[in-house]
Each structure stands twice: as structure tokens, then as C-alpha cells.
């Protein structure tokens, strides 16, 4: 055991000469929490938009100044009719058309229904859907501060609802994910670098000889990364909570839980992929390609995993940040709980169980 | 009857199909110095790796201090000290905690440590630097710096690979003066070296030639057995006639 706290300490030494990774492993979460918190925003901010309404009448007129008096939205004046909605979508002044249907007012009161045409420029996909999913909440909104008349029956066309970020903070989202990548670069690349690195140099020959057992050697190796992702994922919580206003309405107890299994699993992938890399480069482009671009891209962190061809959908399977982000995206912005959450909880699990069990095989296949 | 720290009886170790160690047997007295010599490939860094508890066996058997290498591994790697030319001590840890990390693995008490590693240093006169990082001394002090570090938990048996690779002469020759001292004071010393002149101050040598040990002596009875001036010529000479078959 003294031996093992000896390793440890050891170990905590090698990073903390580095100071320039040192500085790189804190600087990233904040870093990338400001951009994404400030710059990769989705969400809507003065998105111009147009209306055509042949009627303008008092119930358009309250719709417009409604959307107008949005400050995510800009409004840029009245077309006159909707063969000019084509030339100014090419002129690229407005995002966004509102049609209203003819005679609206009246429609309204008297057939208890009237239509809105909402026409984006979804040359920028995400956008034009987040306009358009604005612009019907608060047409919806404005239906329900002037509803007169009978509650039955729609009258307004327009049907949308945006559950838990209704107003599309894309920071919400991205605070979750962030946690994960953070996770996953620290523990699966840094472990298996520093693994890497000591195979390298030759000092894992001494390390071998030595009466350190492989199994402490391993895990001397692993809790000081396991203290440091740890760290990471507070700054990163802190910033969100403080800067971004990022909502916490699960338990925090469960929250660490799951970083916790969730660095485990990222850990052990590391340690697996060091067993493979005699030297340090390879490990980290090995960990690069098995651990960073699948958890962006794949794990529904920036393109949603119900809008992937089902082959990736498939795939998307096996990354354990996508099982993670569903597990972070609840606790934070759902306030759900373990009774929801145990599968993708027993999911995480068993790739962390699996990971482990492969690498500390492989790892004493080559001592061999 | 002397007493015999390392004794290896019919030692194979394959990789694949080829055998890099092939049914070797020698032993090592208790305070002798023991070359161990060979080319690239020869198959000494295998021997030295199954002697060490980093390889397992393929044949045949080990004893180190007393214990079977293939049985008892972790009471051979408590008895023994290793330290490698590739690796000596961690450049971005200070002199003393490479020292406190060694002896601690080792099992060392704090009381050790600190008596054992004061004394070492003042005898090696690197007291002045020991907060100094390893990386910022000259590979030469590296190297004594090492070998007294793989001594300090006082092994029965200390194995060096190549300890004097890309070291000066003058170091060299202290680094020597330092086995001597090991050696009188009861350690047995196992060394593989690539300099046919440190050969000559070894007790014993042996000499690996594509996995067999075909020499096995003092460098003395090895000159007169081939008729060379020298144990670099009794190494040609055997490394030719197995080129020639």
C-alpha cells in the first residue's frame, strides 16, 4: 500500500511539472464552455422577419406587434403581396416570412379558424426551424392572452411546443455534452498517453521488475486522472451555473454518480487503448479517433441522433457519451432521477465493466 | 561449496517459432561480478528480462536469490535491483523524490529513505543538488545516480543493462569503481555491456551467440580456450564461426 500511495504521488508530480498541460487540461473547460456558451449559439438573436397580410386587420396587427416586440426577432416591414417573398429571401434581408390568410379577422370569429403561413429561408436548416418554431410559440401565446370565446377548437393553425428549453439556449445543450467530451479527452487520452509514455521511455521495464503489482501500477496510473476530470467537470458546472444560467433541477448526488461511472468507462478505454500503443503519438491519435470525433459527432452533442441515417443511428449505439449526454440532459434540464434513467445508467456500466475487464487482460498478455 | 544466487537450468524462451534463448544453463556465485555478453539479438536482453520476472518461460527453469522466477516472481523482484540504460530515473522529478519514489516501491520505511538517501548522496557529492530536476543533470551523474538508487534497498542481486552506453570514459571507469564496491560488499553484480574492454574487469563472463551460450568462463581461461589477446577477439572469433555454419 505505501508503495501504491508512493506511485500515486509519483504520478501526481508528472503533471504537475508539465505545467503547460496543466494549463491546457483547466483552460479547456473554460475555454470551450465560452465558446460554445458565446459564439456556436443556435439560438435566435433579432432574426429578421417579413409579413404578408392582405387584410391588417386588429388581430394581425396584434400578432405582428407580438413578434415584433420579440427580441429575438426583428421585424423588417410588410411585403405587398407573396410573389415578393421570393426576391427578398434572395436579398438575404429577412429569415423569415409570415403569411397571413386573407380576411383573418373574420375568418376567425366566423369560422372559428384561420391559417398563418410560416415560410423560412432554410438555407441554414437549424435556423430556419428555430425561427419557425418561435414564431408559432408565440403566436400560441398570443391565442392564449386573447382567447375570447369558447376554449373549444384551435383557431389558429399553428401547433408547436418546445418542451425544457423553450427558448432554445443552445448552451443548455452544449454544457451537458461539454462534460462529456471533457471527460473523455482527460481520462481516455491522458491515461493512455501516460501509459504510452512509460513504455517509451523504458521506465515501465523498472516499473515491471519492481515489486509493484501491474494491477497497482494501472491504478496508480488512473486516480490521478480520475481527481483531475473531476476538477474539470466542477469548473465546467460553475461556469455554467453561474455565467449561462444553465438550470439544475436534478440531484447533484446523482449527477457526480454518473460522471463518475462515466469517467470509468472513458478510463478504462483508455487504458485499453494503451495497451495496444508502444509509443505515445500513437496512443493519442489512437485515442483521437476511437474516444473525440465519435463523441462529437455521434453522440447527439451537435447533430441530433433522431436525424442520422440508421446505419449511424446503429453506431451511435456503442459511444458511451451518447448514453451519458441522455443521462446529463435529464438530471440537468428534466430533474428526472434513477427511475427513469437506470438504463442508459446499466448501459454506461457494462461498457465500463467490459473496458476494463479487456484491458487489464490485455495488459497482462504483455507482460507475457 | 559457494553459494549460488543465480542458477539457470535449460533455459528456453520462443517467440513464435524462433528461439531467441535456447537451452542455456550457467550460474552466478553469491558477490561475483558476471558479464553477460552478446550482439544485437543475441538473446541477452531475453535472458536478462526471464531472470527479472518480465517474461515468462518457455522451457526449462530459473532460480534468482533463492526463488523460481516462474513460481515466485514477487519474491525474486523484492531481492533483486535492475536498472536499464534505455531508463534510468524520471527527468522531471527531482534527485530526492526519484530517490523517495525508488525506495518506496521498494518498501522502504520513511527512516530509510531519509538515512539511506542522505548517505548516498553525500557519498555520490550530489548533496547540493537534490531538489534539482534529474532532467537538468549530465547523463554521467544520471547513471551513478541510478545504480546507487537500485542499490539502496539493498538487493541481493542487482541486474544492469547496459549501464555505461553513451557515458564518457572517465565516468565509465568510476561507474566500475562503483560495481567493485558493490561486489566486496557482498552484492552479486549481473551486467550486460557492449564494451569488450569492461568485459575484461568481470569476474566471470558469458558470451550469447544466436540464442546459445558457447562461452561461459573467466575472461582469462576464455583468452587462453580461443587464443586471443583479447575478449573482443574471443567474441569475433565466436560470432565468425557461427556466420561461417
Same mark, same amino acid.
Given at each position: 500500500?505505501?508503495?501504491?500511495?508512493?506511485?500515486?504521488?509519483?504520478?501526481?508530480?508528472?503533471?504537475?511539472?508539465?505545467?503547460?498541460?496543466?494549463?491546457?487540461?483547466?483552460?479547456?473547460?473554460?475555454?470551450?464552455?465560452? &465558446?460554445?456558451?458565446?459564439?456556436?449559439?443556435?439560438?435566435?438573436?433579432?432574426?429578421?422577419?417579413?409579413?404578408?397580410?392582405?387584410?391588417?386587420?386588429?388581430?394581425?396587427?396584434?400578432?405582428?406587434?407580438?413578434? $415584433?416586440?420579440?427580441?429575438?426577432?426583428?421585424?423588417?416591414?410588410? &411585403?405587398?403581396?407573396?410573389?415578393?417573398?421570393?426576391?427578398?429571401?434572395?436579398?438575404?434581408?429577412?429569415?423569415?416570412?409570415?403569411?397571413?390568410?386573407?380576411?383573418?379577422?373574420?375568418?376567425?370569429?366566423?369560422?372559428?379558424?384561420?391559417?398563418? /403561413?410560416?415560410?423560412? #429561408?432554410?438555407?441554414?436548416?437549424?435556423?430556419?426551424?428555430?425561427?419557425?418554431?418561435?414564431?408559432?410559440?408565440?403566436?400560441?401565446?398570443?391565442?392564449?392572452?386573447?382567447?375570447?370565446?369558447?376554449?373549444?377548437?384551435?383557431?389558429?393553425?399553428?401547433?408547436?411546443?418546445?418542451?425544457y428549453n423553450p427558448d432554445l439556449r443552445s448552451v443548455y445543450l452544449f454544457v451537458p455534452g461539454l462534460i462529456a467530451v471533457i471527460l473523455m479527452l482527460i481520462s481516455a487520452l491522458m491515461t493512455s498517453i501516460t501509459i504510452a509514455r512509460e513504455k517509451e521511455t523504458g521506465s515501465m521495464e523498472i516499473l515491471l521488475a519492481s515489486p509493484l503489482r501491474p494491477i497497482q501500477i494501472i491504478i496508480g496510473k488512473v486516480v490521478p486522472y480520475f481527481f483531475l476530470a473531476f476538477i474539470d467537470v466542477l469548473i465546467v458546472i460553475i461556469i455554467a451555473l453561474s455565467i449561462f444560467n444553465v438550470p439544475f433541477r436534478g440531484s447533484v448526488t446523482l449527477f457526480l454518480c454518473e460522471a463518475g461511472l462515466f469517467e470509468l468507462t472513458a478510463l478504462s478505454l483508455g487504458l485499453l487503448i494503451s495497451s495496444w500503443s508502444e509509443s505515445q503519438q500513437t496512443a493519442m491519435m489512437t485515442a483521437q479517433g476511437i474516444t473525440l470525433m465519435p463523441t462529437f459527432i455521434l453522440s447527439g452533442l451537435i447533430f441530433p441522433i433522431s436525424s442520422m441515417p440508421r446505419p449511424l443511428q446503429w453506431l451511435s449505439t456503442i459511444i458511451p457519451a451518447r448514453w451519458f449526454l441522455v443521462i446529463v440532459r435529464?438530471?440537468?434540464?428534466?430533474?428526472?432521477?434513477?427511475?427513469?434513467?437506470?438504463?442508459?445508467?446499466?448501459?454506461?456500466?457494462?461498457?465500463?465493466? &467490459?473496458?476494463?475487464?479487456?484491458?487489464?487482460?490485455?495488459?497482462?498478455?504483455?507482460?507475457? | 561449496?559457494?553459494?549460488?544466487?543465480?542458477?539457470?537450468? #535449460?533455459?528456453?524462451?520462443?517467440?513464435?517459432?524462433?528461439?531467441?534463448?535456447?537451452?542455456?544453463?550457467?550460474?552466478?556465485?553469491?558477490?561475483?561480478?558476471?558479464?553477460?555478453?552478446? =550482439?544485437?539479438?543475441?538473446?541477452?536482453?531475453?535472458?536478462?528480462? +526471464?531472470?527479472?520476472?518480465?517474461?515468462?518461460?518457455?522451457?526449462?527453469?530459473?532460480?534468482?536469490?533463492?526463488? #523460481?522466477? /516462474?513460481?515466485?516472481?514477487?519474491?525474486?523482484?523484492?531481492?533483486?535491483?535492475? +536498472?536499464?540504460?534505455?531508463?534510468?530515473?524520471?527527468?522531471?522529478?527531482?534527485?530526492?523524490?526519484?530517490?523517495?519514489?525508488?525506495?518506496?516501491?521498494?518498501?522502504?520505511?520513511?527512516?530509510?529513505?531519509?538515512?539511506?538517501?542522505? =548517505?548516498?548522496?553525500?557519498?555520490?557529492?550530489?548533496?547540493?543538488?537534490?531538489?534539482?530536476?534529474?532532467?537538468?543533470?549530465?547523463?554521467?551523474?544520471?547513471?551513478?545516480?541510478?545504480?546507487?538508487?537500485?542499490?539502496?534497498? /539493498?538487493?541481493?542481486?542487482?541486474?544492469?543493462?547496459?549501464?555505461?552506453?553513451?557515458?564518457?570514459?572517465?565516468?565509465?571507469?568510476?561507474?566500475?569503481?562503483?560495481?567493485?564496491?558493490?561486489?566486496?560488499?557482498?552484492?552479486?553484480?549481473?551486467?550486460?555491456?557492449?564494451?569488450?574492454?569492461?568485459?575484461?574487469?568481470?569476474?566471470?563472463?558469458?558470451?550469447?551467440? =544466436?540464442?546459445?551460450?558457447?562461452?561461459?568462463?573467466?575472461? $582469462?581461461?576464455?583468452?587462453?580456450?580461443?587464443?586471443?589477446?583479447?575478449?573482443?577477439?574471443?567474441?569475433?572469433?565466436?560470432?565468425?564461426?557461427?556466420?561461417?555454419?
Amino acid at each position: 500500500m505505501r508503495s501504491f500511495i508512493g506511485f500515486v504521488i509519483k504520478e501526481f508530480y508528472h503533471i504537475i511539472r508539465d505545467y503547460r498541460s496543466l494549463i491546457i487540461l483547466f483552460a479547456i473547460p473554460a475555454v470551450d464552455l465560452v &465558446l460554445f456558451g458565446y459564439t456556436v449559439r443556435n439560438e435566435l438573436t433579432r432574426a429578421p422577419f417579413a409579413v404578408v397580410d392582405p387584410s391588417r386587420d386588429q388581430v394581425t396587427t396584434e400578432i405582428v406587434q407580438k413578434l $415584433a416586440s420579440s427580441h429575438y426577432l426583428e421585424f423588417e416591414g410588410y &411585403l405587398k403581396n407573396e410573389s415578393d417573398i421570393d426576391p427578398a429571401f434572395k436579398a438575404g434581408k429577412i429569415k423569415e416570412v409570415v403569411v397571413f390568410d386573407r380576411k383573418f379577422a373574420h375568418k376567425l370569429t366566423h369560422n372559428r379558424s384561420a391559417g398563418i /403561413q410560416l415560410i423560412a #429561408d432554410a438555407s441554414n436548416p437549424n435556423m430556419g426551424a428555430l425561427i419557425t418554431a418561435q414564431i408559432s410559440g408565440l403566436v400560441q401565446q398570443f391565442q392564449a392572452t386573447h382567447a375570447s370565446g369558447p376554449p373549444a377548437g384551435t383557431p389558429i393553425n399553428i401547433r408547436s411546443r418546445l418542451l425544457y428549453n423553450p427558448d432554445l439556449r443552445s448552451v443548455y445543450l452544449f454544457v451537458p455534452g461539454l462534460i462529456a467530451v471533457i471527460l473523455m479527452l482527460i481520462s481516455a487520452l491522458m491515461t493512455s498517453i501516460t501509459i504510452a509514455r512509460e513504455k517509451e521511455t523504458g521506465s515501465m521495464e523498472i516499473l515491471l521488475a519492481s515489486p509493484l503489482r501491474p494491477i497497482q501500477i494501472i491504478i496508480g496510473k488512473v486516480v490521478p486522472y480520475f481527481f483531475l476530470a473531476f476538477i474539470d467537470v466542477l469548473i465546467v458546472i460553475i461556469i455554467a451555473l453561474s455565467i449561462f444560467n444553465v438550470p439544475f433541477r436534478g440531484s447533484v448526488t446523482l449527477f457526480l454518480c454518473e460522471a463518475g461511472l462515466f469517467e470509468l468507462t472513458a478510463l478504462s478505454l483508455g487504458l485499453l487503448i494503451s495497451s495496444w500503443s508502444e509509443s505515445q503519438q500513437t496512443a493519442m491519435m489512437t485515442a483521437q479517433g476511437i474516444t473525440l470525433m465519435p463523441t462529437f459527432i455521434l453522440s447527439g452533442l451537435i447533430f441530433p441522433i433522431s436525424s442520422m441515417p440508421r446505419p449511424l443511428q446503429w453506431l451511435s449505439t456503442i459511444i458511451p457519451a451518447r448514453w451519458f449526454l441522455v443521462i446529463v440532459r435529464g438530471i440537468m434540464l428534466k430533474g428526472i432521477g434513477i427511475e427513469v434513467l437506470w438504463k442508459e445508467t446499466a448501459i454506461l456500466g457494462g461498457m465500463a465493466f &467490459l473496458f476494463l475487464f479487456l484491458s487489464l487482460r490485455a495488459f497482462k498478455v504483455r507482460l507475457d | 561449496m559457494e553459494n549460488k544466487v543465480i542458477i539457470v537450468e #535449460d533455459l528456453v524462451r520462443m517467440f513464435g517459432s524462433f528461439t531467441a534463448v535456447d537451452h542455456i544453463t550457467f550460474d552466478v556465485k553469491q558477490g561475483e561480478i558476471f558479464g553477460f555478453l552478446g =550482439a544485437n539479438g543475441a538473446g541477452k536482453t531475453t535472458t536478462m528480462k +526471464m531472470l527479472t520476472g518480465l517474461l515468462s518461460l518457455s522451457g526449462g527453469g530459473a532460480k534468482v536469490a533463492g526463488h #523460481d522466477v /516462474q513460481t515466485e516472481p514477487e519474491k525474486v523482484k523484492k531481492s533483486i535491483g535492475y +536498472m536499464s540504460q534505455k531508463f534510468a530515473l524520471y527527468d522531471d522529478l527531482s534527485v530526492w523524490e526519484n530517490i523517495r519514489f525508488y525506495s518506496g516501491v521498494y518498501g522502504l520505511t520513511d527512516k530509510e529513505i531519509q538515512e539511506g538517501g542522505r =548517505a548516498m548522496l553525500d557519498k555520490l557529492g550530489l548533496g547540493d543538488v537534490h531538489n534539482q530536476l534529474i532532467g537538468a543533470l549530465p547523463l554521467g551523474w544520471k547513471q551513478k545516480l541510478a545504480f546507487s538508487v537500485a542499490l539502496l534497498h /539493498q538487493p541481493e542481486i542487482v541486474f544492469l543493462d547496459e549501464p555505461t552506453s553513451g557515458v564518457d570514459p572517465v565516468t565509465r571507469r568510476q561507474f566500475w569503481e562503483m560495481i567493485y564496491e558493490a561486489a566486496e560488499s557482498g552484492t552479486t553484480v549481473f551486467v550486460t555491456t557492449h564494451y569488450m574492454d569492461e568485459a575484461e574487469y568481470c569476474d566471470r563472463i558469458g558470451i550469447m551467440v =544466436a540464442g546459445k551460450l558457447p562461452a561461459l568462463d573467466t575472461p $582469462a581461461r576464455l583468452k587462453q580456450q580461443f587464443k586471443s589477446k583479447s575478449v573482443d577477439e574471443v567474441f569475433v572469433k565466436l560470432v565468425r564461426d557461427r556466420q561461417k555454419k
